[in-house]
């Protein structure tokens, strides 16, 4: 473990000059932590991406970029995780509820919500004078215990969902009933002028300017549905990407990882491989290419879109004085979304009745649109996978640390040493000064921190505060152990099958040399490493046959579809009942016309 005295001294490389004994001691710093939703490992301009995103590019180049930073497959053991500095398994989040098979439902680790074993970082900068603020998607939990305000957040206005629609107080229809949106707490309804990405960061500067006289540093934690299915953006920003994305996936996968290489965000001559799920292109018919084309031009319209609020707040905080005593922390909870809704004949005729599905439409209000494994592909160049699985594509994510008043972070930086996303909360209590909990927390014992400081890596040191260290992962049977510059991995169907394979992440990012058979010494010694950690952590072996997809589409079917189903059976039922009563009634009337 990276000792707590050495994370101190980094810091002094960041501080100030010392300043006079007679002097009050220096305001804590803000902290914003931006946290896009399941935007792939290239889909930002400075890792590679075509996708138009200045503000975020130019937080990189104030602060460092992390290319080989980890988070879990799927959204909220990612946010588990980052709220607490603690392992998915360990704050309740071996599962989510829309993942979880039944047998694993209630047992230790899967609550499927944040457990009240974990102390957030809300908590602990609020104990130190922080006033605390979220915005956006929350996903840890509905209940009064568990929403932001009950875990540590002063003001939030918050989603319990996995998603919504972007323009209107809208669930995703048929997983959930309403869209559950609260504000501290009780029910809120959107405004009509509503587009995800401007409210939250509205709502967000609104929060913070309301308390601006108290004179306190702010946690600021703001989560954007962008880019959740639905993909969805304001018409100006889809004709932006009008004249994008016509040679299909495959050539923009290609292109991509030729500009992460240039750019230095993956090392030069890594090595791709194309997907079994990604489709051909050129078997596409002319219909199915012009729907592909258009869902892509939104999806790059909606990042377009989210970026230009980061710059919104960004110009803000600089307007109001904040901007270089501010900490900013941008991530994306996963990997690339690779679902197609559209893949099943329920699905289509279900969406086909409650949204306007047309060509025209896709992107804009009305409309229910997702990119599939093709362009989620490309969104993961030039890795292999994509969420949901355990492949880099899956949990390799772009992060950038940035603090613009301190030289000490080398600006524009890229960093390629192994960080993870229990890393982000010990990192921001080094730089902003607060302590930890240290195991108790209101004299109960709770989860020990199990991330390490990022601070030495911020200021320049070499490789991974990790070290030669184990650092395990599991989600939904999808596991992976890293150690070093290696990756022993296991995915299940259908990204992989089952076969656990080892990988050399510093030459082969993108997991095309299975090392197993010519490395079986570290093989075996990292297979011992990961029985250790799901021993550690609880983890359960999947059922036979189990998969995210078909899971997500059951409990869709339990949540919504089988109500809709009997609501419609009921529906033709009378209709039914109702046109034998008027044959019944016409033969009736016929009988008496002839008598």
């Not at 053991?77 to 599962?95: D, I, K």
């Not at 889809?238 to 994305?245: G, L, Q």
């Not at 803000?316 to 559209?342: C, M, Q, R, W």
């Amino acid at each position: 473990m990276f000792r707590r005295s050495a994370c101190l001294a980094s810091i002094a490389l960041l501080a100030a000059a010392p300043a006079e004994a007679s002097q009050a001691p220096p305001r804590h710093p803000n902290i914003v932590i931006l946290l896009a939703d399941d935007w792939g490992f290239s889909d930002v301009g400075s890792f590679g991406s075509e996708i138009s995103t200045p503000n975020i590019d130019a937080l990189a180049q104030a602060g460092m970029r992390f290319s080989n930073f980890h988070v879990a497959g799927s959204c909220s053991p990612t946010r588990a995780m980052l709220q607490s500095g603690v392992m998915n398994h360990r704050a309740g989040l071996g599962n989510m509820p829309e993942t979880i098979p039944d047998e694993h439902r209630g047992k230790p680790g899967y609550d499927t919500v944040m457990n009240l074993r974990v102390v957030t970082i809300a908590q602990l900068l609020k104990a130190a004078g922080y006033r605390t603020y979220l915005t956006g998607k929350w996903h840890l939990g509905s209940d009064a215990k568990r929403l932001p305000g009950a875990r540590g957040y002063d003001r939030a206005f918050s989603l319990a969902d996995a998603g919504a629609d972007n323009f209107e107080q809208r669930p995703i229809e048929g997983m959930y009933d309403t869209a559950a949106w609260t504000e501290n707490g009780k029910p809120a309804t959107l405004p009509k002028d509503y587009y995800s990405s401007h409210f939250v960061v509205q709502k967000m500067i609104d929060y913070i300017d309301a308390d601006r006289a108290g004179g306190q540093p702010f946690l600021a934690s703001v989560n954007f549905l962008a880019n959740h299915i639905p993909v969805q953006a304001p018409d100006s920003d889809i004709a932006r990407y009008s004249a994008m994305y016509r040679d299909g996936w495959t050539r923009l996968r290609e292109a991509r990882a030729k500009r992460a290489m240039a750019l230095g965000i993956m090392p030069a001559g890594t090595a791709l491989v194309t997907m079994k799920t990604t489709p051909d292109w050129a078997k596409l018919d002319a219909e199915e290419r012009a729907a592909a084309i258009r869902v892509m031009q939104a999806y790059g319209a909606m990042a377009t879109a989210m970026d230009r609020e980061i710059g919104r707040l960004v110009a803000h905080l600089k307007a109001t004085g904040e901007y270089e005593n501010t900490i900013f922390v941008f991530l994306s909870d996963n990997g690339a979304e690779p679902t197609n809704p559209y893949n099943r004949l329920r699905n289509r005729l279900f969406l086909g009745m409650q949204y306007d599905t047309s060509i025209a439409n896709i992107g804009r209000r009305g409309s229910f649109s997702a990119v599939g494994p093709g362009w989620a592909s490309a969104s993961a160049s030039p890795l292999s996978g994509y969420k949901f699985s355990a492949t880099e594509g899956g949990l390799r994510v772009p992060l950038i640390i940035a603090w613009p008043g301190h030289a000490g972070i080398r600006a524009g930086a890229i960093n390629d040493g192994l960080a993870h996303v229990t890393d982000i909360l010990p990192t921001l209590l080094d730089l902003s000064g607060v302590p930890g909990h240290g195991g108790t927390w209101n004299g109960r014992p709770v989860e020990r921190l199990a991330g390490r400081s990022l601070v030495p890596m911020l200021a320049g040191t070499e490789g991974s505060v990790h070290g030669d260290a184990p650092l395990g992962y599991e989600l939904s049977g999808n596991a992976a152990l890293f150690r070093g510059d290696y990756k022993l991995v296991r995915n299940l169907a259908p990204t992989g099958d089952g076969t656990w394979r080892l990988f050399d992440l510093k030459m082969d990012p993108g997991e095309t040399s299975d090392l197993s058979a010519t490395m079986p010494d570290r093989f075996a010694a990292m297979r011992a490493d990961y029985a250790a950690f799901a021993r550690d952590n609880g983890v359960l072996e999947m059922p036979v046959g189990y998969t995210a997809d078909e899971q997500i589409n059951l409990y869709a079917w339990r949540q919504q579809g089988k109500k809709r189903a009997i609501q419609a059976g009921v529906v033709l039922g009378g209709v039914i009942v109702s046109l034998a009563l008027i044959f019944a009634g016409w033969r009736r009337r016929r009988k008496r016309q002839r008598v």
